[in-house]
């Protein structure tokens, strides 16, 4: 079975806006076992779309088409498959009712123009799945189809996930359930992970239960990902739950989550768990520490708030830590303490940076020190981080997160 | 003149790797005046990249290869061209001892692996510009081009300013330069700037002597791009300079900056000019502000920190503010002037926002407060932004920074 991604777009070809759908939805289609072999991207110029479906249906099976199901006159999408379908548009007076009554329950009048989302190509069926005002589809031509959603990707998601990798699999006589689960790791490198994975690896190779594989995603840390395929949901569910202990048993504290967790949800659900609170201060990490745990929903009971140190007044006014000439572990350490006091909170977490101009014994861009405190010591640990300066404030956020998380494991 | 965009890799179909290069490309043809009418990603299979790119030629007058020049024996792009070619690969001596030194340079002996790199089509031009170990290729076919470039960005796109767009529009019989500026707005509609210009945009038309266009660009404001093609550099700069003078004499202040200057690096440019210093204290933004002022390089002078209040012990505590049941003004100018004397700064910055939660007369989600406090007086502004969590923190973040930049204007 194999499915084009063809993307619709003038803005996506003027690199206005990049074209994030084609990959979300050609990594669907791997871990759904649908094979794909091209991506296009084409302009809003029917004759170029027509010619674009046309290539994808003869070296395909299916086609996705995304994005151009929009109210406007350059929305061509829908005329584009009629025309490769042979077929007359018409409307669809259920889809023209919804798209109305959505407006309504907005408190505002349907222009005019939405009903051209209602016309679809004769034999076309729509998506159950519409979040929006537009309408997915599902058009067969001959013992193919051309599926059409829209560029939105919430949307596209939605109908994606509802309808089309179903349908897909069940065309390719897939009755294999597809499962799969990501263990979020962090601390070890993609090479290093693998040879500790190795033996199991192997084994999977020879059983075929399950598979592996990595994918290193920057300071969202290294992801393995397990996929299993079974003949019903509840094995391959079972399968994903035994493998995920035997990588969790050989990975140990390198993982720290699994799928949408991200590291500073892990440390906000840990604290609160644990009934314990937090305060940071930042000089290395600029706000992003703050940002990142304020960004999760419900996370001000166990975050009480920090300090973002940009100046030696901050550091003295705010927390009373006399100015150091370059970042240093000891003055980390009192950092910690200090915003822990401060603030109230059981832990005070800190970060300094060696400024880029300084070079010295030991200390180079990239030094980094992360320090800890709670009721009973300050400690701070160092760290040497490469790359630029950007990288250098990512990868120290992650890092003093991690070591949070280490710290809150011993709790 | 018509280029397609090939993009190499069995990466981006996975969607382990989103596609941005082809959209910078796309850019920079469509600034260049060359048409691209197709994009198109292939993964690492000799006979489709083949195919891809005969059919990229059939189509185009030239073709830019993007990918799989790397030194691994899945970076098949030489031998794919070479194919299209119809020629032998031929090893560049030269390419490969620069390869060499490249190693040696780094104190590290090369792979032998890494001499493949060094192979080319014969009839193929290496590019000039080689900062990695990946040569460029312009790889002439008739009256054809085919370009390969790595997918490494910043490699591929010194290869593409240096060589191939000037290339392109040579062939193009573009002897007329292209110059482009981008004018950063914030504070009003695509629809309503459209309106403020509409009479100068009529004049260009029929003048020709420059074109304007929009670009929504989320927090990063509107971008309004003035295009002029000239006879010479010196020309196309002067028609620039009198279309920017004009576009901000009809604008005024929604234009915060050109080109790259975000909202902060003008921020603090203006506080440094003045001589003064800025705190913040972040309830809303969640050190949102923080991050953005303190990642720019040199920004410490200006910018002395802040405060991020995820409790009212943070508020209380910190800055001395009792905590009010809800967002308010005068709790918001409270803050900015509290964080302006705790940091003794000139002037402080303060986001509140009412909580989800939170349904009162006049409040509801989205209902922000800003605040702004100098040596005499506090004050705070009322916005109202719509959106979901992140995308009310987001535009906080944008707006409170622009209100600071609006105060800065008038000193």
Redesign the interface.
């Known amino acids: 079975m194999r499915c084009e991604v063809v993307a619709i777009g003038t803005e996506?070809?003027?690199?206005?806006?990049?074209?994030?759908n084609?990959?979300?939805?050609?990594?669907?289609l791997?871990l759904a076992g649908i094979d794909?072999?091209?991506?296009?991207?084409?302009?809003d110029?029917l004759a170029?779309i027509v010619d674009?479906i046309k290539q994808a249906l003869q070296r395909n099976d299916a086609v996705i088409t995304c994005g151009g199901l929009g109210p406007t006159q350059d929305d061509i999408t829908r005329e584009a498959i009629a025309e490769v379908m042979g077929v007359p548009m018409v409307r669809d007076e259920q889809i023209g009712e919804r798209i109305r009554q959505m407006f309504e329950s907005r408190g505002r009048t349907m222009p005019a123009n939405n009903l051209r989302q209602a016309d679809v190509p004769r034999g076309a069926t729509t998506i159950r799945e519409m979040p929006g005002t537009a309408p997915g589809l599902v058009c067969p031509v001959g013992d193919k189809v051309i599926y059409a959603v829209p560029g939105v990707p919430s949307e596209m998601r939605e109908m994606m996930r509802g309808t089309i990798l179903p349908d897909l699999q069940r065309r390719a006589g897939v009755t294999a359930v597809i499962k799969s689960r990501v263990l979020r790791t962090w601390g070890h490198s993609e090479s290093g992970l693998a040879e500790m994975l190795a033996a199991h690896m192997e084994a999977l190779d020879v059983s075929g239960r399950a598979t592996l594989a990595f994918?290193a995603s920057g300071i969202e840390g290294i992801k393995v990902r397990i996929t299993a395929k079974a003949d019903s949901e509840h094995l391959a569910n079972e399968i994903i739950a035994h493998e995920e202990g035997v990588v969790r048993a050989i990975l140990g504290n390198y993982v720290f989550g699994i799928d949408e967790q991200t590291m500073e949800l892990v440390i906000l659900t840990a604290l609160q768990r644990a009934g314990m609170?937090l305060?940071?201060a930042?000089t290395a990490t600029?706000?992003?520490?703050?940002?990142r745990?304020?960004?999760v929903?419900e996370?001000?009971q166990a975050?009480?708030?920090?300090?973002?140190?940009?100046?030696s007044?901050?550091?003295q006014?705010?927390l009373g830590v006399p100015p150091a000439p370059h970042a240093n572990p000891e003055t980390t350490a009192a950092l910690a303490a200090a915003v822990r006091a401060?603030?109230?909170?059981d832990i005070g977490l800190a970060t300094t940076a060696v400024d880029d101009s300084i070079r010295g014994p030991g200390l180079r861009p990239g030094t980094v020190f992360i320090g800890l405190a709670n009721a009973t010591a300050a400690t701070a640990e160092r760290i040497q981080l490469p790359g630029d300066?950007?990288r250098i404030?990512e990868f120290s956020v992650i890092s003093a997160l991690n070591l949070l998380r280490h710290r809150l494991l011993k709790i």
């Open positions: 996506l070809l003027l690199g206005q806006i990049t074209d994030t084609s990959s979300w939805i050609g990594e669907q791997a794909s072999y091209f991506q296009v991207k084409v302009g110029n170029r674009c994918q609170t305060a940071v930042e600029g706000g992003l520490i703050s940002q745990l304020s960004a929903r996370s001000s975050f009480r708030g920090g300090v973002m140190i940009a100046s007044e901050a550091q006014r705010l401060a603030l109230g909170a300066r950007e404030r």
